[in-house]
């Protein structure tokens, strides 16, 4: 794969954009970068997947060491979300290559997710506006920067309803999974924002690792030995990973309010 200098210059943009809202969000960025190429280069799924979780893994590395430094990430939840997300991203990868979502009938599954995360948002704002309603002076003050402890009846089961769905979708569609924790920890397990998204990048780093060795190793022997998707991500890397120690310090320097627009203005 050659890449011109124009095309080059496409991505480390793409890289920078990718890698802010990442790292703010906690999202591992490809759910920014995967419909950026499409509308740029356009569409070759499996390509921007398996590049998109080699970025992923680098952009969530230097968020969690800006959230750790914060103090935000809760490693005793983290522990039990990483086994359960690893064992579900490589089963995502699997389903991702099988003939039922090959070729045209991937969009399918596209759209699928793309309602899934409409609902996501839908009752997010629903919350945000009867928060609103109730108590309009004291919104947002609840979400601290630290994490209290991991929710008192946090079980494995409770853990599998945010890793397994994460490391799912993290398999068969090339993204973070961010935007499925985020929203679940905040659910299920009464965590705030901050720290759902901190918990999300750390959860990333395990996935993301995972994923892409499983996806690009199929990808690679699945497409005459193409190196394309290691092309790719050298390209988009370096800038993403930047980006992210950016977005990431914004997680604590913005007003929550915001962080809480940014994240559903996404979804």
């Not at 759209?111 to 948002?121: C, K, N, R």
């Not at 120690?245 to 913005?254: E, F, I, N, Q, S």
Request: one cysteine or more; glycine letters at 8%; charged letters at 10%.
């Amino acid at each position: 794969m050659e890449l011109q200098a124009e095309t080059m210059a496409t991505l480390t943009i793409i890289g920078v954009i990718s890698g802010i809202a990442g790292g703010m969000l906690g999202i591992g960025g490809s759910a920014v970068m995967i419909p950026a190429l499409t509308m740029v280069l356009g569409p070759n799924q499996h390509l921007y997947q398996a590049a998109a979780m080699i970025m992923n893994f680098f952009v969530a590395v230097p968020a969690v060491y800006q959230h750790s430094k914060a103090g935000a990430v809760d490693r005793k939840a983290v522990r039990r979300f990483i086994p359960i997300a690893a064992v579900a991203v490589i089963i995502g990868v699997g389903l991702s290559e099988c003939s039922l979502f090959a070729g045209d009938r991937e969009v399918y599954l596209r759209a699928a997710f793309g309602l899934f995360l409409a609902w996501i948002s839908l009752q997010e704002l629903i919350r945000a506006m009867r928060r609103a309603t109730r108590n309009p002076q004291n919104l947002g003050r609840n979400d601290s920067a630290i994490a209290p402890a991991v929710h008192p009846d946090m079980t494995w089961r409770l853990a599998a309803i945010v890793a397994a769905p994460c490391g799912l979708i993290a398999g068969l569609l090339g993204v973070g999974g961010g935007l499925i924790a985020v929203p679940l920890q905040q659910r299920f397990l009464h965590i705030p924002i901050r720290n759902a998204i901190a918990n999300s990048c750390a959860m990333i780093v395990a996935t993301s690792l995972v994923g892409a060795l499983a996806k690009n190793y199929a990808f690679i022997t699945q497409h005459a030995g193409s190196m394309d998707s290691l092309v790719m991500a050298s390209v988009l890397v370096p800038t993403a990973a930047l980006g992210s120690m950016v977005g990431a310090r914004l997680t604590h320097v913005l007003p929550v309010r915001f962080v809480k627009i940014a994240f559903f203005l996404l979804l």
